[in-house]
């Protein structure tokens, strides 16, 4: 039965996209579609060979998630192929599907019960691969802002006056270095699991925390620098800059809960990089769609095309698979008659 909850999340993120769209339509209604082409196409082919190699960087730490939490279960019998196929289908699909399917929970079930996982295996890997990602996000925020502080006063007018304090901003990136730090020291420590109301927080083996701290930071650098080699100079803020921006919006696209964070992740960044010149912003734009056709929109038609491709291939495995031979009936003896003793009289019979 449907309940509120049901459609509370959903009407969010419309509503999120509608406002979004309408002050990312305020920003960008002087905007030229030809100039925004032009800078596309003015950006240096070995720069957008660049991009699209932290594409794939970014995709290869995200299967590197799958691989992570598979060890944490003990499993060792699944291919690299077939670990980085699903997670590629399961993130391209759900990126842009929106973050109430971040996890991808039902391509993974589809896939992985395919190789004996249990639903509780695929349960625990899904939670491991999400909190895989939230901490590469805390630990690259926690270190942006610990380094550049300042940073975040770009987002004035986006997020609270006291968040985009450069001295509000230390203390948080302090804080979220100290969660992190909380969670390697009870990985090692061998602690007990943490509860905070309904959440609970299990430490991994410190192998397995190791390889966590690595996959989740590379894939977001990864991401961000699609956007970093898509911007020109002239209006390049530089790596830690890009990195704290691109954190902001797609932090804030996310939590948003607009599908695949459409119009809040553009107007975030874009509104975040603080270029008023016409002809630098179109730049700016032109690096955002770069992004998210990268990122995006091409893993999503790459993705369609793999489950097609999977799902055939299961119906024919299930065609190609033989039947139950029939088993042959038991003659059928009139009642009161003995087949033994037919027989025998008919053995004895002359010819």
């Keep these: 039965?449907?309940?509120?909850?049901?459609?509370?999340?959903?009407?969010?993120?419309?509503?999120?996209?509608?406002?979004?769209?309408?002050?990312?339509?305020?920003?960008?209604?002087?905007?030229?579609?030809?100039?925004?082409?032009?800078a596309i196409v003015?950006?240096?082919?070995?720069?957008?060979?660049?991009?699209?190699?932290?594409?794939?960087?970014?995709?290869?730490?995200?299967?590197?998630?799958?691989?992570?939490?598979?060890?944490?279960?003990?499993v060792r019998g699944i291919s690299w192929f077939f670990v980085a196929v699903c997670s590629f289908t399961t993130y391209a699909l759900s990126h842009n599907i929106g973050a109430?399917?971040?996890?991808?929970?039902?391509?993974?079930?589809?896939?992985?019960?395919?190789?004996?996982?249990?639903?509780?295996?695929?349960?625990?890997?899904?939670?491991?691969?999400?909190?895989?990602?939230?901490?590469?996000?805390?630990?690259?925020?926690?270190?942006?802002?610990?380094?550049?502080?300042?940073?975040?006063?770009?987002?004035?007018?986006?997020?609270?006056?006291?968040?985009?304090?450069p001295k509000t901003a230390l203390i948080v990136g302090i804080g979220l270095l100290?969660?992190?730090?909380?969670?390697?020291?009870?990985?090692?420590?061998?602690?007990?699991?943490l509860h905070i109301r309904k959440f609970k927080l299990e430490y991994p083996r410190p192998a397995?925390?190791?390889?966590?701290?690595?996959?989740a930071p590379l894939e977001l650098l990864g991401a961000a620098g699609i956007l970093y080699f898509a911007l020109p100079e002239a209006v390049n803020p530089g790596p830690i800059a890009v990195i704290a921006i691109f954190l902001a919006s797609f932090s804030v696209a996310l939590v948003s809960n607009a599908p695949g964070g459409l119009g809040v992740f553009e107007l975030v960044f874009i509104t975040a990089m603080q270029i008023t010149d016409p002809g630098q912003k179109d730049a700016i734009i032109a690096a955002v769609i770069v992004f998210r056709?990268?990122?995006?929109?091409?893993?999503?038609?790459?993705?369609?095309?793999?489950?097609?491709?999977?799902?055939?291939?299961?119906?024919?495995?299930?065609?190609?698979?033989?039947?139950?031979?029939?088993?042959?009936?038991?003659?059928?003896?009139a009642p009161g008659l003995d087949p033994t003793r037919i027989k025998k009289k008919l053995e004895k019979k002359p010819l």
Aim: glycine share 6%.
């Design 1 to 38: 039965m449907k309940t509120i909850k049901d459609f509370a999340w959903p009407l969010i993120g419309i509503l999120a996209i509608a406002i979004s769209g309408y002050f990312l339509y305020q920003e960008l209604k002087t905007t030229s579609m030809a100039a925004v082409w032009g």
């Design 42 to 74: 003015a950006i240096p082919p070995h720069r957008m060979a660049l991009a699209g190699l932290s594409t794939l960087v970014a995709y290869a730490a995200l299967a590197w998630y799958d691989r992570i939490a598979l060890l944490h279960l003990g």
């Design 100 to 165: 109430s399917v971040f996890s991808g929970a039902l391509v993974r079930y589809r896939a992985y019960t395919a190789k004996g996982l249990s639903a509780a295996q695929v349960a625990v890997l899904v939670a491991l691969c999400s909190f895989t990602f939230f901490l590469g996000t805390i630990l690259l925020g926690g270190v942006v802002l610990v380094i550049e502080p300042q940073l975040l006063s770009r987002l004035k007018g986006i997020l609270p006056g006291f968040l985009t304090d």
């Design 178 to 193: 100290a969660f992190v730090a909380l969670y390697v020291a009870g990985s090692i420590l061998r602690l007990p699991p």
């Design 208 to 215: 397995i925390m190791g390889r966590q701290l690595l996959a």
């Design 293 to 333: 056709v990268f990122y995006f929109w091409i893993p999503a038609l790459i993705s369609v095309v793999v489950v097609l491709l999977y799902e055939r291939s299961r119906l024919a495995d299930l065609a190609r698979a033989p039947q139950a031979s029939a088993v042959p009936a038991p003659p059928v003896v």
